[in-house]
């Protein structure tokens, strides 16, 4: 059974820095590509970051290139986001998700985390 495991979101002001991290269990962490996503209240989940199973390879959103770096320690079974230069839009539940598949596309991850709240105050 496949779990992912969010942790790490918070209140933070604008302007600052924030990491939410992702555990995983029940995977061959270098074989699953790792994805983060987030949901705004009354949006949808939109794309955010994903990195290949090696980690060797990164794609962003356009909103967040430059402020954000996903990242991933396979032996610690971890995949990791830094946020930086956080602003109020950046506030949403954010969503750890894993695939098999081709890690630059959004909708071929299926195994999803529970989120984690980030809140940005102005």
């Known amino acids: 059974q496949v779990e992912l495991v969010e942790s790490g979101g918070g209140l933070v002001q604008a302007g600052g820095s924030l990491r939410v991290s992702c555990v995983t269990r029940g995977l061959i962490s270098r074989s699953a590509a790792m994805a983060w996503f987030r949901q705004a209240p009354g949006k949808e989940r939109s794309f955010v970051a994903a990195i290949s199973g090696s980690g060797s390879s990164t794609y962003y959103a356009d909103s967040v290139k430059g402020r954000f770096t996903i990242s991933r320690d396979n032996a610690k079974n971890s995949v990791y986001l830094q946020m930086n230069s956080l602003n109020p839009e950046d506030t949403a539940v954010y969503y750890c998700?894993?695939?098999?598949?081709?890690?630059?596309?959004?909708?071929?991850?299926?195994?999803w985390g529970q989120g984690t709240q980030v809140t940005v105050s102005s």
């Open positions: 998700a894993s695939t098999f598949g081709y890690y630059k596309n959004p909708s071929n991850y299926n195994y």
